[in-house]
Every structure is written in structure tokens, then in C-alpha cells.
């Protein structure tokens, strides 16, 4: 399984591969990229099976991130991992196709359960 | 109820007291910086000149209520937090490092902050700098001082400078 994993921070992303393989999702092919525009180059040259996208970032935020890819017909499963989690920016994100948000801090068991129906 | 109460005030729109703030930094430090040593709160802040040596984290929280969250912890203290949550050795931390280490605890908090406060709000990106000024009791609407071993580490949600919403 390939993840894409989109964060303008470094630590973040090194973070969130960290408690990817603490909740025990050992063996994925992790790809990166720092927003939303160079996320989108990522999605089509990688292909990834998930992508896990923070939302507050420069050139292009993970919303605008993921309305792009479902305008273009691109259904690969999405999930926001951000600092912002009310319930007005989860129900945007589900709106806009995302299959769940988990809110930093967040914890291995946490996306251990969240992510199990994606990555198994 | 005080002589004030009854105005309209910034701080009625904000509830988010040193309290808040404790809680949530808290638990930004449990999961990604230290699991161990828990942060002791030591109450509001208690404004001193600013130190040479001195990190500030802060993150702008937009709005019809703009604020700015802010971390201030020593050099020495930042470098051993980057090096916590990058899990490196503090000797290989780098400037870039802090810098981002810094932005993204501040960020952690005040998306926190920002999920308290009403809808319309939303959140700037991080910047970290050294500090020029100490913090400015007039503009704190609430303010902590956790200590951390032997650092201390101050949080603060400050009205925004000009107090523009965008």
C-alpha cells in the first residue's frame, strides 16, 4: 500500500510515518509532498492507495487539495490529519469527500482505529 | 458581578482562560514531545523583559475576534524539543529544525484555541522568531507559564496587533 502523506512540516510528516507504524501499519510505501499543489503533481505520478493531508498550508490547503481531486474524478481515499478539528471544518471535510479528519494531537491508537478499514 | 460584566468586551466572545490553555498545550506535549515529564502549571504569566536566547512560536487566529497564540521558551529549550520530536540526538538539531518544531507546536495550540472560539475564525500559518520584546500583559486575554524539567515555557493568546481580522 502506498500512502501519501502532504504536510508544509517536516517534523509533522516524520510524526505522522512515525504513529503510522506504531498503530502497526508496517510495510507502507510512504510518499510526501509539503501542500496541496505539489500533492496533486504526487496523486498522479504516484498514485497512492490513501492520501493523510494536513489542511492549513501555503500555496494550496488541503481542502482546495482535495476539491481538485474530486473535480477530477480522482477517488483516491482522504483523510485530514490537522490541528483543526471543529465541528464546522469535519462536516467541510466530509462534504468535500474526505473519509475522516483526526485532530493533532492524535494518538497510534487513533489511527489505528481510523485508518484499519482503509489500510487493513 | 463586577462593574464590568455588563460592558461588551473582547474577552466575553473568547472563552479561552489560562486554564484552556494548560489543558491543551498539555496534551500537545504528552503525545509529540515528551510522554514522560509532564508540563506543571505555575499559573498565568508573569511578564519579564525579553531575554536574549528567547523563541517565539506564534500562530495568527483570524477573525471577528483576532488573536495571536504564542509559545516563548529558551533556545536551549526548543532545540531539545525539536529533538524530541524529530527523535534526533539535541547536538544534530538545526536552526530549520526549531524553526519548524517551534511553528508546529504553536500551530497544534492554536488550532485548539481556534476550535473554541466561533465559526468565522480560521487560522494563519506559523512563524518563529527571536524575541525582541517581552509579552505584553495589556494584550493577554489569558496567559500560562508551564515549566517543563528545567524549562519554562510560556503560552499566551494576546489580541492581535491593529486588531484586523484578516
Given amino acids: 500500500m502506498k500512502v501519501l502523506v502532504v504536510?508544509?512540516?517536516?517534523?509533522?510528516?516524520?510524526?505522522?510515518?512515525?504513529?503510522?507504524?506504531?498503530?502497526g501499519f508496517d510495510g507502507l510505501d510512504i510518499v510526501e509532498a509539503t501542500n496541496g499543489a505539489e500533492g496533486l503533481?504526487?496523486?498522479?505520478?504516484?498514485g497512492p492507495d490513501m492520501v493523510l493531508s494536513d489542511w492549513n498550508m501555503p500555496e494550496m490547503t488541503g481542502i482546495?487539495?482535495?476539491?481538485?481531486?474530486?473535480?477530477?474524478?480522482d477517488s483516491t481515499p482522504f483523510g485530514f490529519v490537522t490541528s483543526e478539528g471543529s465541528a464546522e471544518m469535519r462536516e467541510r471535510a466530509a462534504g468535500a469527500g474526505?473519509?475522516?479528519?483526526?485532530?493533532?494531537?492524535?494518538?497510534?491508537?487513533?489511527?489505528?482505529d481510523t485508518l484499519a478499514p482503509i489500510l487493513g | 458581578m463586577s462593574p464590568d460584566?455588563?460592558?461588551p468586551s473582547v474577552e466575553a466572545d473568547i472563552d479561552v482562560d489560562s486554564d484552556v490553555l494548560v489543558e491543551i498545550t498539555q496534551a500537545v506535549w504528552a503525545s509529540f514531545v515528551d510522554p514522560e515529564v509532564p508540563l506543571v502549571d505555575l499559573g498565568p504569566c508573569v511578564?519579564?523583559?525579553?531575554?536574549a536566547g528567547v523563541v517565539v512560536g506564534s500562530v495568527a487566529i483570524l477573525g471577528p475576534v483576532p488573536t495571536v497564540l504564542s509559545v516563548r521558551l529558551s533556545a536551549g529549550a526548543a532545540s531539545d524539543v525539536a529533538?524530541?520530536?524529530?527523535?534526533?540526538?539535541?547536538?544534530?538539531?538545526?536552526?530549520?529544525?526549531?524553526?519548524?518544531?517551534?511553528?508546529?507546536?504553536?500551530?497544534?495550540?492554536?488550532?485548539?484555541?481556534?476550535?473554541?472560539?466561533?465559526?468565522?475564525?480560521?487560522?494563519?500559518?506559523?512563524?518563529?522568531?527571536?524575541?525582541?520584546v517581552g509579552p505584553d500583559p495589556d494584550a493577554a486575554l489569558a496567559s500560562a507559564t508551564l515549566l517543563w524539567g528545567e524549562h519554562t515555557l510560556l503560552v499566551t493568546l494576546d489580541r492581535r496587533p491593529g486588531g484586523s481580522s484578516s
Fill in chain 1, 98 to 112: 474526505a473519509l475522516f479528519l483526526i485532530a493533532k494531537p492524535f494518538s497510534a491508537d487513533t489511527f489505528a
Fill in chain 1, 41 to 46: 503533481d504526487v496523486v498522479a505520478s504516484e
Fill in chain 1, 64 to 73: 482546495d487539495f482535495l476539491t481538485t481531486l474530486r473535480a477530477r474524478g
Fill in chain 2, 5 to 7: 460584566s455588563a460592558a
Fill in chain 1, 7 to 23: 504536510d508544509d512540516s517536516r517534523v509533522m510528516r516524520q510524526i505522522v510515518v512515525r504513529t503510522l507504524r506504531q498503530a
Fill in chain 2, 83 to 132: 529533538a524530541r520530536m524529530f527523535d534526533i540526538d539535541t547536538a544534530a538539531v538545526s536552526s530549520a529544525d526549531v524553526q519548524d518544531a517551534t511553528g508546529e507546536i504553536a500551530n497544534m495550540i492554536g488550532g485548539n484555541v481556534k476550535a473554541m472560539l466561533p465559526e468565522e475564525h480560521r487560522l494563519g500559518l506559523p512563524s518563529v522568531t527571536a524575541a525582541t
Fill in chain 2, 47 to 51: 511578564p519579564e523583559p525579553a531575554e
